[in-house]
T-cell receptor
Framework: AQSVTQLDSQVPVFEEAPVELRCNYS??????LFWYVQYPNQGLQLLLK??????LVKGINGFEAEFNKSQTSFHLRKPSVHISDTAEYFC?????????????FGTGTKLQVIP | DGGITQSPKYLFRKEGQNVTLSCEQN?????MYWYRQDPGQGLRLIYY???????QKGDIAEGYSVSREKKESFPLTVTSAQKNPTAFYLC?????????????FGPGTRLLVL
């Protein structure tokens, strides 16, 4: 069965420090990978996605992620966080096999930026 | 401005009552989706529709029903058969429902049981 794991439910980090939010997935088929951000009581907004090509993907708000096929990971990074980055971050994987596709979301990581 | 609207923001359901959550988009997208979000569980797909008058069950369709009579509208009914409906419900849309497309989310409806 396909699964997406975000091991860290909460990540506290000081303002202007770097951060990495981890995402691992299980798969024996092709995948598309996404990171979304959710601010309190709002919908999700796309940060970035990997479909093919370069494994390093740059997104909005200074975030980037690297697709590592051998480690089945798609970790999200930012070199210097701001207070406004405080939110919950979701990794999502779309599994594709023939005409079949299935989306699976991780359980989310709450990023708390400390002033 | 183009986007997705969901109403109401908060909805209360009494025991044995059916309630309907509204989702409207003016992005001219063919595909629309309903997700349920529970604390610590991420998002789970309830139903999705790739074209008018057609929709498919997601992972947790039991106790829910949908209709897609118009391209811009995809209402979700939470029936009395859904025994644990308290959750945050998110509607999304994408251009055509293909795997690599970005999904655009509405602001959500929080459903509470009285």
């Amino acid at each position: 069965a396909q699964s997406v794991t975000q091991l860290d439910s909460q990540v506290p980090v000081f303002e202007e420090a770097p951060v990495e939010l981890r995402c691992n997935y299980s798969s024996s088929v092709s995948v598309y990978l996404f990171w979304y951000v959710q601010y309190p009581n709002q919908g999700l907004q796309l940060l970035l996605k990997y479909l093919s090509g370069s494994t390093l993907v740059k997104g909005i708000n200074g975030f980037e992620a690297e697709f590592n096929k051998s480690q089945t990971s798609f970790h999200l990074r930012k070199p210097s966080v701001h207070i406004s980055d405080t939110a919950e971050y979701f990794c999502a994987v779309i599994y594709v096999s023939g005409g079949y596709q299935k989306v699976t979301f991780g359980t989310g990581t709450k990023l708390q930026v400390i002033p | 401005d183009g986007g997705i609207t969901q109403s109401p923001k908060y909805l209360f359901r009494k025991e044995g009552q059916n309630v309907t959550l509204s989702c409207e988009q003016n992005l001219n997208h063919d595909a629309m989706y309903w997700y349920r979000q529970d604390p610590g569980q991420g998002l789970r797909l309830i139903y999705y529709s790739q074209i008018v008058n057609d929709f498919q069950k997601g992972d947790i369709a039991e106790g829910y029903s949908v209709s897609r009579e118009k391209k811009e509208s995809f209402p979700l009914t939470v029936t009395s058969a859904q025994k644990n409906p308290t959750a945050f419900y998110l509607c999304a849309s994408s251009i055509g429902g293909q795997a690599g497309e970005t999904q655009y989310f509405g602001p959500g409806t929080r459903l509470l049981v009285l």
